[in-house]
């Protein structure tokens, strides 16, 4: 068992009243490589029977929030009922006291310091923590993408409007970019004024993987700091922030941790805290003390101790095995309609540069009218995307999802062509 996971658990024991009935007890995984065990449907079948089911639509848009798995609904009903009795006891007297065991729980998955993960709301208030709060001057560059995440692109349009920094912007090409032809990109933006670079470890648009490392070690060797978008990789690909040598990250605890909605979290390498200035107003802006950037005053701390049990689950079921099971579904639907000359993917198909979601428009069909005939005609749910050199549909599935549920969108898509 994970060091973390019994830790918690006795924390558990010791607040009786926190205490929810876990059904993760139930989740014992077999002794298989992660490869191997990803094919195995009686397995998947346990892991979905611990998230709620709907009757009325499949899924396919988990890209934007996951559901959390039933006991960490439990936990958020349950705790968010025991504040209410008696809120400012509950919330300030009692519940804090499981916060920083939640803080070193998504601490040891990021492989760094307790003292350096805050947690927030959303990806975009950890974000706009960053580009408005880390010291720039007039003339100092950034380095950012016109295909990151569309809150992260008007925030540092408005800070170069505001205390006139320049922005560059590196334009990807999606399929037709290789890694070595992205790399480049990004190094061609790079000038002695460049101070930070703003970079997005898997593309929201169409779910393709940039070779983050390569480019955050050019970085470094130029001396510019790295802020790391993981909203789409934690929880699913390896974010270590040690091996990834980032000063910044940040994510979402609502996607592929399943966490309550909404969670986020901010990660900030020590020795960068005391230079970045906290969103809300702190007694003491520019301490080296990671928790400057919580001084929100009320929170929802219902909220951030459900958290517990989603990184229990997510230490149980193992990031690997989840991201192997998620390439399977995604190799098993894609390969089905990879023939049909209609479809385009507009995500490269390549296991390193992709890993469950995709992108893909029909010829001749609005991505919007393809959106709308999948769920009227189909009860299946996607979304549409309409960004720089991104247009389709975004299909993403999770591990609640079943091959059923992948074989009914190919069988739909067959009949819309």
Not at 382 to 398: A, K, S, Y
Request: aromatic share 10%; proline share 4%; glycine share 4%.
């Amino acid at each position: 068992m994970h060091s973390w996971i019994s830790r918690w658990q006795q924390f558990l024991l010791e607040h009786p009243s926190l205490a929810v009935s876990s059904q993760t007890d139930a989740l014992e995984r077999p002794s298989e490589t992660a490869e191997a065990l990803a094919a195995n449907d009686g397995f998947w079948k346990s892991v979905r029977a611990q998230y709620p089911a709907s009757n009325q639509f499949i899924n396919l848009n988990s890209g934007a929030v996951s559901s959390s798995p039933l006991n960490v609904e439990k936990a958020f009903i349950s705790y968010y009922q025991l504040a209410n009795s008696i809120p400012s006891y509950y919330i300030f007297k009692f519940m804090e006291q499981g916060r920083e065991l939640i803080r070193e729980g998504l601490a040891s998955l990021l492989n760094c310091s307790a003292d350096e993960v805050t947690l927030l709301r959303n990806t975009t208030e950890a974000l706009n923590n960053l580009i408005f709060g880390i010291e720039l001057r007039e003339g100092d560059e950034v380095v950012a993408c016109k295909q990151d995440y569309s809150k992260a692109v008007s925030s540092w349009k408005q800070r170069a409007l505001r205390d006139k920094i320049q922005v560059a912007w590196v334009d990807l090409a999606g399929v037709s970019d290789n890694n070595e032809q992205i790399v480049a990109k990004y190094v061609a933006a790079f000038t002695p004024r460049t101070k930070v670079l703003h970079l997005t470890h898997v593309i929201n648009w169409n779910g393709q993987t940039l070779p983050v490392k390569a480019i955050i070690q050019e970085a470094k060797k130029r001396g510019i700091d790295v802020l790391l978008d993981g909203a789409h990789s934690f929880g699913l690909l390896e974010t270590d922030m040690a091996a990834l040598g980032c000063d910044y990250f940040v994510t979402a605890l609502h996607k592929w941790l399943s966490g309550p909605i909404p969670s986020a979290l901010l990660y900030v390498k020590k020795e960068k805290i005391s230079t970045v200035w906290p969103l809300t107003s702190s007694f003491t802006p520019q301490s080296n003390k990671i928790r400057k950037f919580e001084e929100l005053s009320i929170q929802l701390m219902p909220n951030i101790l459900a958290l517990g049990f989603a990184i229990e689950f997510y230490l149980q079921l193992g990031r690997e095995y989840k991201e192997q099971r998620l390439r399977y579904l995604r190799r098993l639907w894609t390969s089905q309609l990879a023939d049909i000359d209609a479809i385009r993917f507009n995500t490269p198909m390549e296991e390193e540069r992709c890993c469950v979601i995709v992108n893909l428009s029909l010829a001749d069909r609005e991505p919007s009218t393809l959106e709308s005939e999948l769920l009227e005609r189909f009860k299946i749910h996607v979304t549409t995307v309409l960004w720089e050199n991104m247009r389709g549909i975004r299909v993403t599935p999770n591990v609640y999802n079943t091959p059923d549920d992948l074989q009914r969108f190919v069988e739909a898509m067959r009949q819309i062509v």
